[in-house]
Protein backbone atom coordinates (compact mmCIF):
# COMPACT_ATOMS: atom_id res chain seq x y z
CA UNK A 1 0.00 0.00 0.00
CA UNK A 2 1.45 3.15 -1.25
CA UNK A 3 2.27 5.97 1.55
CA UNK A 4 1.02 10.00 2.20
CA UNK A 5 3.91 12.07 1.71
CA UNK A 6 3.63 15.39 3.60
CA UNK A 7 5.78 18.26 2.09
CA UNK A 8 6.07 21.67 3.94
CA UNK A 9 7.95 23.20 1.55
CA UNK A 10 8.08 22.21 -2.24
CA UNK A 11 10.64 19.96 -3.87
CA UNK A 12 11.84 20.21 -7.32
CA UNK A 13 10.30 18.31 -9.65
CA UNK A 14 12.10 15.28 -10.26
CA UNK A 15 11.74 14.20 -6.76
CA UNK A 16 7.91 15.04 -6.58
CA UNK A 17 8.17 12.86 -9.89
CA UNK A 18 9.71 9.95 -8.25
CA UNK A 19 7.50 9.16 -5.74
CA UNK A 20 4.28 10.00 -6.96
CA UNK A 21 5.74 7.35 -10.13
CA UNK A 22 5.88 4.77 -7.11
CA UNK A 23 2.33 5.48 -6.56
CA UNK A 24 2.30 7.44 -3.30
CA UNK A 25 -0.17 10.58 -2.27
CA UNK A 26 1.63 13.76 -2.17
CA UNK A 27 0.29 16.48 0.65
CA UNK A 28 0.93 20.08 0.19
CA UNK A 29 1.81 21.70 3.55
CA UNK A 30 -0.21 24.39 4.33
CA UNK A 31 2.84 27.40 6.07
CA UNK A 32 6.23 27.28 6.53
CA UNK A 33 5.78 27.42 10.13
CA UNK A 34 6.01 24.73 12.92
CA UNK A 35 2.30 25.07 14.03
CA UNK A 36 1.51 24.73 10.01
CA UNK A 37 2.97 21.07 10.15
CA UNK A 38 1.52 20.07 13.60
CA UNK A 39 -1.91 21.22 11.96
CA UNK A 40 -0.71 18.96 8.80
CA UNK A 41 0.22 16.08 10.82
CA UNK A 42 -3.16 16.05 12.91
CA UNK A 43 -5.15 16.40 9.47
CA UNK A 44 -3.43 13.72 7.22
CA UNK A 45 -1.40 11.06 9.49
CA UNK A 46 1.47 10.77 6.51
CA UNK A 47 3.80 8.15 6.55
CA UNK A 48 6.70 10.09 5.66
CA UNK A 49 7.76 14.11 5.54
CA UNK A 50 10.09 16.16 3.70
CA UNK A 51 11.61 18.83 4.66
CA UNK A 52 13.36 22.30 4.27
CA UNK A 53 13.40 25.04 6.24
CA UNK A 54 10.66 24.34 9.01
CA UNK A 55 11.70 23.20 12.96
CA UNK A 56 10.60 19.93 13.80
CA UNK A 57 9.70 19.17 17.15
CA UNK A 58 8.63 16.12 19.52
CA UNK A 59 5.76 17.73 19.88
CA UNK A 60 5.40 17.35 15.68
CA UNK A 61 6.57 13.87 15.67
CA UNK A 62 4.05 12.57 18.63
CA UNK A 63 0.93 14.18 17.42
CA UNK A 64 1.29 11.90 14.28
CA UNK A 65 1.94 7.86 15.61
CA UNK A 66 1.87 6.59 11.94
CA UNK A 67 4.95 8.56 11.11
CA UNK A 68 7.49 6.22 9.75
CA UNK A 69 10.43 8.32 8.42
CA UNK A 70 11.69 12.07 8.14
CA UNK A 71 13.78 13.43 5.55
CA UNK A 72 15.86 17.01 6.01
CA UNK A 73 16.14 18.38 2.13
CA UNK A 74 19.56 19.12 2.76
CA UNK A 75 22.98 19.06 4.81
CA UNK A 76 22.06 20.54 8.27
CA UNK A 77 19.06 18.89 11.14
CA UNK A 78 20.02 20.78 13.70
CA UNK A 79 16.28 22.04 13.40
CA UNK A 80 14.88 18.11 13.31
CA UNK A 81 14.72 16.26 16.89
CA UNK A 82 16.32 13.68 15.65
CA UNK A 83 16.18 12.30 19.76
CA UNK A 84 12.50 12.63 19.57
CA UNK A 85 12.39 10.76 16.05
CA UNK A 86 14.12 7.80 17.27
CA UNK A 87 12.58 7.91 20.61
CA UNK A 88 8.99 7.05 18.62
CA UNK A 89 10.81 4.48 15.80
CA UNK A 90 10.77 7.26 13.13
CA UNK A 91 13.75 7.13 11.03
CA UNK A 92 15.53 10.25 9.86
CA UNK A 93 17.22 10.80 6.92
CA UNK A 94 19.20 13.57 4.99
CA UNK A 95 21.03 14.83 2.20
CA UNK A 96 24.35 15.50 3.60
CA UNK A 97 26.31 15.63 -0.32
CA UNK A 98 23.45 17.81 -2.49
CA UNK A 99 24.38 21.20 -1.81
CA UNK A 100 28.40 20.63 -0.56
CA UNK A 101 29.88 22.31 -3.21
CA UNK A 102 27.17 25.17 -3.17
CA UNK A 103 27.78 25.86 0.32
CA UNK A 104 31.49 25.73 -0.28
CA UNK A 105 31.41 28.13 -3.52
CA UNK A 106 29.38 30.75 -0.85
CA UNK A 107 32.27 30.37 1.80
CA UNK A 108 34.64 31.45 -1.05
CA UNK A 109 32.35 33.88 -2.13
CA UNK A 110 32.28 35.59 1.40
CA UNK A 111 36.21 35.06 1.83
CA UNK A 112 36.78 36.76 -1.38
CA UNK A 113 33.76 39.70 -1.22
CA UNK A 114 35.38 40.20 2.63
CA UNK A 115 39.01 40.58 1.29
CA UNK A 116 38.10 43.22 -1.11
CA UNK A 117 35.86 45.31 1.86
CA UNK A 118 32.57 45.53 -0.64
CA UNK A 119 29.80 46.69 1.63
CA UNK A 120 32.48 49.78 2.59
CA UNK A 121 32.99 50.14 -1.29
CA UNK A 122 29.43 49.62 -2.08
CA UNK A 123 28.41 52.43 0.26
CA UNK A 124 31.35 54.62 -1.10
CA UNK A 125 32.87 54.59 -4.75
CA UNK A 126 29.41 56.86 -6.32
CA UNK A 127 29.96 59.78 -4.57
CA UNK A 128 33.37 59.44 -3.31
CA UNK A 129 35.06 57.29 -6.23
CA UNK A 130 38.92 57.88 -6.02
CA UNK A 131 38.75 57.08 -2.13
CA UNK A 132 37.17 54.18 -2.34
CA UNK A 133 39.66 53.25 -5.31
CA UNK A 134 42.63 54.24 -3.98
CA UNK A 135 42.32 54.74 -0.16
CA UNK A 136 39.58 51.40 0.88
CA UNK A 137 41.33 48.64 2.10
CA UNK A 138 41.65 45.64 -0.42
CA UNK A 139 43.54 42.49 -0.25
CA UNK A 140 44.48 39.58 -2.45
CA UNK A 141 43.74 36.14 -0.74
CA UNK A 142 46.70 34.49 -2.86
CA UNK A 143 49.34 33.61 -0.02
CA UNK A 144 47.03 33.83 2.83
CA UNK A 145 46.12 31.25 5.50
CA UNK A 146 42.86 30.03 5.56
CA UNK A 147 41.20 27.93 8.71
CA UNK A 148 38.58 25.40 8.34
CA UNK A 149 36.37 24.14 11.88
CA UNK A 150 35.27 20.96 10.21
CA UNK A 151 36.35 19.23 7.34
CA UNK A 152 33.39 17.06 6.08
CA UNK A 153 31.45 17.57 2.99
CA UNK A 154 31.52 21.34 2.81
CA UNK A 155 34.65 21.88 4.38
CA UNK A 156 37.09 19.57 2.03
CA UNK A 157 35.48 21.20 -0.57
CA UNK A 158 36.42 24.48 0.22
CA UNK A 159 39.88 23.05 0.93
CA UNK A 160 39.93 21.96 -2.42
CA UNK A 161 38.83 25.39 -3.94
CA UNK A 162 41.12 27.64 -1.73
CA UNK A 163 44.21 25.58 -2.57
CA UNK A 164 43.69 26.10 -6.04
CA UNK A 165 43.70 29.86 -5.24
CA UNK A 166 47.00 29.49 -3.96
CA UNK A 167 45.69 29.77 -0.18
CA UNK A 168 47.62 27.62 2.70
CA UNK A 169 44.91 26.00 4.01
CA UNK A 170 44.78 24.54 7.64
CA UNK A 171 41.74 22.42 8.91
CA UNK A 172 40.58 21.02 12.62
CA UNK A 173 37.91 18.14 12.80
CA UNK A 174 39.10 16.11 15.55
CA UNK A 175 36.34 13.43 14.82
CA UNK A 176 38.48 12.42 11.25
CA UNK A 177 41.38 10.52 10.78
CA UNK A 178 44.26 12.71 9.06
CA UNK A 179 44.19 10.49 6.03
CA UNK A 180 40.07 11.83 5.06
CA UNK A 181 41.24 15.19 4.66
CA UNK A 182 42.26 16.10 1.25
CA UNK A 183 45.91 16.61 -0.04
CA UNK A 184 47.63 19.46 0.14
CA UNK A 185 45.83 20.70 3.78
CA UNK A 186 47.64 20.76 6.72
CA UNK A 187 45.62 18.51 9.59
CA UNK A 188 46.30 20.10 12.51
CA UNK A 189 44.68 19.23 16.40
CA UNK A 190 44.82 22.32 18.27
CA UNK A 191 41.81 24.66 17.62
CA UNK A 192 43.66 27.89 18.73
CA UNK A 193 45.75 27.48 16.06
CA UNK A 194 43.11 27.76 13.65
CA UNK A 195 42.40 31.10 15.13
CA UNK A 196 45.79 32.29 16.17
CA UNK A 197 46.93 31.96 12.64
CA UNK A 198 44.27 31.94 9.95
CA UNK A 199 43.48 35.29 8.03
CA UNK A 200 40.71 33.50 7.26
CA UNK A 201 38.48 31.57 10.07
CA UNK A 202 35.88 29.37 8.14
CA UNK A 203 33.07 27.39 9.80
CA UNK A 204 31.66 24.09 8.91
CA UNK A 205 30.76 22.30 11.68
CA UNK A 206 27.21 21.56 13.18
CA UNK A 207 25.67 23.01 16.21
CA UNK A 208 25.95 20.57 18.82
CA UNK A 209 26.58 20.64 22.68
CA UNK A 210 30.18 20.76 21.93
CA UNK A 211 30.16 23.35 19.16
CA UNK A 212 27.54 25.90 20.48
CA UNK A 213 29.02 29.13 21.05
CA UNK A 214 32.34 28.11 19.61
CA UNK A 215 33.43 31.75 18.68
CA UNK A 216 33.12 33.55 21.65
CA UNK A 217 34.91 36.98 23.01
CA UNK A 218 38.26 34.82 24.17
CA UNK A 219 38.61 33.16 20.46
CA UNK A 220 37.63 35.87 18.78
CA UNK A 221 40.79 37.89 20.43
CA UNK A 222 43.37 35.08 19.95
CA UNK A 223 42.48 36.44 15.81
CA UNK A 224 44.48 38.84 13.92
CA UNK A 225 43.59 42.18 13.60
CA UNK A 226 43.80 41.47 9.83
CA UNK A 227 41.58 38.35 9.65
CA UNK A 228 38.00 37.81 9.09
CA UNK A 229 35.41 35.24 10.39
CA UNK A 230 33.33 33.29 7.53
CA UNK A 231 30.50 31.26 8.77
CA UNK A 232 28.19 28.88 6.29
CA UNK A 233 27.27 26.58 8.87
CA UNK A 234 24.99 27.69 12.15
CA UNK A 235 24.67 30.53 13.72
CA UNK A 236 24.86 29.04 17.09
CA UNK A 237 28.55 28.27 16.56
CA UNK A 238 28.93 32.13 16.74
CA UNK A 239 28.34 34.28 19.93
CA UNK A 240 26.80 37.45 17.84
CA UNK A 241 27.45 40.27 20.71
CA UNK A 242 30.89 38.85 21.08
CA UNK A 243 31.70 39.28 17.24
CA UNK A 244 30.02 42.69 16.83
CA UNK A 245 31.91 44.00 19.22
CA UNK A 246 35.04 42.30 17.86
CA UNK A 247 33.88 43.90 14.74
CA UNK A 248 33.00 47.37 15.62
CA UNK A 249 36.37 47.56 17.69
CA UNK A 250 38.83 45.98 15.35
CA UNK A 251 39.56 43.28 17.08
CA UNK A 252 38.89 41.48 13.71
CA UNK A 253 38.64 43.27 10.32
CA UNK A 254 35.60 41.65 9.69
CA UNK A 255 33.33 38.84 9.64
CA UNK A 256 31.17 37.22 6.39
CA UNK A 257 27.98 35.38 7.69
CA UNK A 258 25.24 32.93 5.92
CA UNK A 259 24.22 31.84 9.17
CA UNK A 260 22.52 33.68 12.07
CA UNK A 261 21.01 33.41 15.44
CA UNK A 262 17.84 34.07 14.40
CA UNK A 263 16.31 33.70 10.79
CA UNK A 264 15.04 35.63 9.01
CA UNK A 265 17.19 38.22 10.18
CA UNK A 266 15.88 40.85 13.33
CA UNK A 267 15.65 44.43 11.72
CA UNK A 268 17.62 45.51 14.54
CA UNK A 269 20.31 43.10 15.13
CA UNK A 270 23.35 45.66 15.21
CA UNK A 271 25.50 43.31 13.34
CA UNK A 272 23.60 44.91 10.43
CA UNK A 273 25.31 48.40 10.42
CA UNK A 274 28.75 47.63 10.54
CA UNK A 275 30.29 47.97 7.07
CA UNK A 276 32.84 45.23 7.98
CA UNK A 277 30.09 42.30 8.48
CA UNK A 278 28.62 40.90 5.36
CA UNK A 279 25.02 38.68 5.86
CA UNK A 280 23.63 36.35 3.23
CA UNK A 281 20.14 34.83 4.32
CA UNK A 282 21.83 31.79 4.39
CA UNK A 283 21.41 30.73 0.73
CA UNK A 284 24.62 29.13 0.42
CA UNK A 285 22.54 25.20 -0.23
CA UNK A 286 20.12 27.05 -2.18
CA UNK A 287 21.32 27.43 -5.85
CA UNK A 288 19.43 25.54 -8.44
CA UNK A 289 21.57 22.83 -8.92
CA UNK A 290 21.74 22.09 -5.46
CA UNK A 291 17.91 22.00 -4.99
CA UNK A 292 17.77 19.91 -7.84
CA UNK A 293 19.78 17.12 -6.46
CA UNK A 294 18.46 17.43 -2.78
CA UNK A 295 14.91 16.96 -3.85
CA UNK A 296 15.71 13.66 -6.03
CA UNK A 297 17.89 12.30 -3.17
CA UNK A 298 15.22 13.09 -0.39
CA UNK A 299 13.10 11.12 -2.06
CA UNK A 300 14.83 7.95 -2.89
CA UNK A 301 15.17 8.23 0.73
CA UNK A 302 12.03 7.76 0.80
CA UNK A 303 11.39 5.31 -1.77
CA UNK A 304 14.59 3.13 0.25
CA UNK A 305 12.60 3.53 3.58
CA UNK A 306 9.43 2.66 2.07
CA UNK A 307 10.71 -0.52 0.18
CA UNK A 308 12.47 -2.27 2.63
CA UNK A 309 15.92 -1.17 2.24
CA UNK A 310 18.81 0.22 4.02
CA UNK A 311 18.81 3.78 3.25
CA UNK A 312 21.47 5.59 1.74
CA UNK A 313 22.31 8.65 4.09
CA UNK A 314 20.35 8.09 7.52
CA UNK A 315 21.09 10.38 10.55
CA UNK A 316 22.80 8.73 13.33
CA UNK A 317 22.21 9.45 17.02
CA UNK A 318 26.16 10.63 17.60
CA UNK A 319 26.86 11.70 21.80
CA UNK A 320 30.27 14.88 20.56
CA UNK A 321 31.10 14.76 23.48
CA UNK A 322 32.26 11.04 23.96
CA UNK A 323 32.43 10.15 20.29
CA UNK A 324 36.09 8.47 19.42
CA UNK A 325 38.73 11.63 18.11
CA UNK A 326 41.87 11.64 16.19
CA UNK A 327 44.99 13.07 16.78
CA UNK A 328 47.16 11.93 13.85
CA UNK A 329 47.91 15.04 11.69
CA UNK A 330 49.33 15.86 8.18
CA UNK A 331 51.47 18.38 6.92
CA UNK A 332 51.17 19.19 2.78
CA UNK A 333 54.49 19.00 0.32
CA UNK A 334 54.69 22.78 0.16
CA UNK A 335 56.68 24.77 -3.16
CA UNK A 336 58.18 27.65 -1.91
CA UNK A 337 55.93 30.53 -3.47
CA UNK A 338 57.38 32.86 -6.15
CA UNK A 339 57.07 35.98 -7.35
CA UNK A 340 53.96 34.97 -9.67
CA UNK A 341 52.39 32.38 -8.27
CA UNK A 342 50.00 34.80 -6.37
Known sequence: MAWKILLPQEIMAEG??????A???????RGFETADVLADMKEHQPDAMIVRITPITRQVIETNPNLKVVVRHGAGFDALDVKACHDNGVQTLYAPVANSASVAETALLLILECSRNVIALRKTWVNAYYEAKLKLRKNTIGGKTLGIVGCG???SRLAVRALAMNMNVLAYDPFRPAAD??????VVRDLDRIFTESDYVSLHAPNTPVTHDLVNRERLAMMKPTAFLINTARGGLVVEEDLYAACKNGVIAGAGLDAIRKEPVDPANPLLTLNNVIIYPHIGGNTS????RASYFAALGVQEVYEGKTPTWPIHDIDYATAPTYTDTKKPNRIPAGLFDY
Open 16 to 21: RQLLED
Open 23 to 29: GHTIIDG
Open 153 to 155: NIG
Open 181 to 186: FPDGVE
Open 289 to 292: EAAH
